[in-house]
């Protein structure tokens, strides 16, 4: 009797009443139970629940609670046995650039400059083509969905066969196609891309997983005018904006020079910056500039081990979080990182700012984990949607074993997912209420076929770059 069915939980969602009427009726119908978890719910109240789990329905979270409840409320279609696991919200990488992955390891500890021009650039003009993106693509959804993280946001070329991965995949992202004043591998003129970008944008409108945005890539790369039609083409599909912004000293100073501002005040002078815009690094901001970014809702992208790595400076997260700005965490490129791993990018938030400033009581565990699942879901503007386990929301999920030895005894849940946890403990992954992960095995990706793939482009890339 399905009207009755909707008829109750339309009238009777408060929970004693529903406890009446399905003991009276029946119990409710779920299509996936997680029970017999910790549950790390990171929703405002940052409630932990010891043995408990969730119930999801046409791949939304419609109740958590205690494991003995859930069992009584629900006939689920499939129960998945949580224990000795974490349940909790998906990850969120707020930035990335997904394809580079085949470039993982190409050139390590080399000046930024002498990394582009003579690595870097020339395996982009003679590789990166849409076949290049898809695998590229497919390898970084794969390592990035097999260690927890369930949406991403990623900047590159042929996004719209990045966005068609990500969708195969099952996988949740915010895809930007990278927008750029000189020829780039898929367009060629300022033309070009903004007609493509705008089809990108209609094609993907509405999309349950994958929101399209444009992004242009930097203020130094993109002309003011560009930047004004980037952005007007974002609200004209009310999409994300996506940038990279204040990353190196350099760039700042460059900044200055020929706009006599700093970056963020030259996006700000053009009317740029607003409540979809993600900010990727802001390495180099003053207090004026972060509350700037502040009174227009700008969410912003902390790449620690990029940042690290490419010895581009520190970040003043801690500054960032106290004045209330949404801050999510990124890996940035594989190039770059050289992982797409999120669990290395909260325990390097978690100490990087600690060593800075001398003081250990600054983002602390639970922050820190934060940072990576609700703050991300802030940072990148999807946070009515993911980055906690709270009725309502889409059911993208982890569940992170506990019991090896790295993760024993456990005191404190949010202790071990900052300092212990390794991407290999993540057993489980959903999205939308999708298993993509179902006990350490990928159901959406083929990881053989895509892993020699990947081999292969290196073997052609190595052949390249030796001559
Ligand atoms: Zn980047």
Redesign the pocket.
């Known amino acids: 009797m399905p009207w009755l069915a909707s008829f109750h939980r339309g009238l009777f969602s408060a929970i004693g009443l529903l406890a009446m009427v399905t003991n009276v009726m029946g119990k409710d119908s779920a299509d996936l139970l997680v029970v017999g978890a910790t549950v790390v719910t990171m929703g405002a109240d940052r409630q932990v629940i010891d043995d408990g789990g969730i119930a999801v329905r046409d791949g939304k979270i419609i109740a958590v609670g205690n494991s003995a409840e859930l069992k009584d409320k629900f006939d689920a279609t499939r129960t998945l046995q949580g224990d000795g696991a974490v349940l909790m919200p998906g990850l969120v990488n707020a930035?990335?650039?997904a394809a580079m992955t085949l470039f993982r390891g190409l050139a390590d500890d080399k000046a930024l400059m002498d990394w582009l021009r003579n690595y870097i650039f020339p395996a982009e003009a003679k590789f990166v083509d849409e076949a290049f993106v898809r695998a590229g693509t497919r390898l970084g959804v794969l390592e990035m969905l097999l260690g927890g993280t369930t949406t991403y946001v990623d900047?590159y070329y042929f996004e719209d066969a990045v966005a068609d991965e990500t969708a195969k995949a099952g996988m949740r992202g915010v895809i930007g196609q990278a927008m750029i004043d000189f020829p780039a591998p898929d367009y060629k003129t300022w033309d070009a891309t903004l007609a493509g970008t705008e089809a990108f944008l209609k094609k993907w409108k509405g999309h349950r997983l994958i929101t399209a945005a444009p992004a242009p890539h930097a203020p130094y790369t993109v002309s003011s005018e560009h930047l004004q039609a980037a952005k007007e083409l974002a609200a004209k599909y009310s999409a994300p904006l996506i940038i990279?912004l204040a990353?190196t000293q350099d760039e700042v100073e460059n900044s200055k020079k020929q706009f006599q501002a700093t970056p963020t005040v030259h996006l700000d002078r053009l009317g740029f910056l607003g409540p979809n815009v993600i900010a990727?690094?802001v390495v180099w901001a003053t207090d004026e500039e972060m509350l700037i970014l502040k009174k227009h809702g700008v969410g912003i992208a902390h790449?620690p081990q990029?940042n690290m790595k490419l010895a581009s400076g520190i970040a003043p997260v801690p500054q960032m979080l106290k004045l209330g700005l949404g801050v999510g965490l990124?890996t940035?490129?594989a190039a770059?990182n050289n992982d797409l791993d999120m669990w290395g990018e909260i325990g390097t938030v978690a100490m990087l700012h600690k060593v800075n400033l001398r003081d250990p009581t600054v983002i602390a565990a639970r922050e820190a984990v934060a940072m990576a699942t609700i703050d991300g879901a802030r940072a990148v503007h999807l946070e009515d949607k993911i980055g906690s386990l709270e009725i309502g929301k889409e059911a993208d999920f982890i569940l992170v074993d506990v019991t090896a030895p790295h993760v024993v005894p456990m005191y404190d849940v949010y202790s071990h997912l900052a300092y212990a946890v390794k991407a290999s403990d993540v057993r489980t992954v959903a999205v939308a209420g999708k298993l993509v992960v179902d006990d350490r095995k990928p159901t959406t990706l083929d990881p053989v076929k895509i892993v020699a793939e990947a081999r292969e482009y290196r073997d052609r890339i190595r052949t390249l770059l030796a001559k």
């Open positions: 930035h990335g650039h900047m990279h990353e990727k690094h790449c990029s990124g940035d490129g770059s």
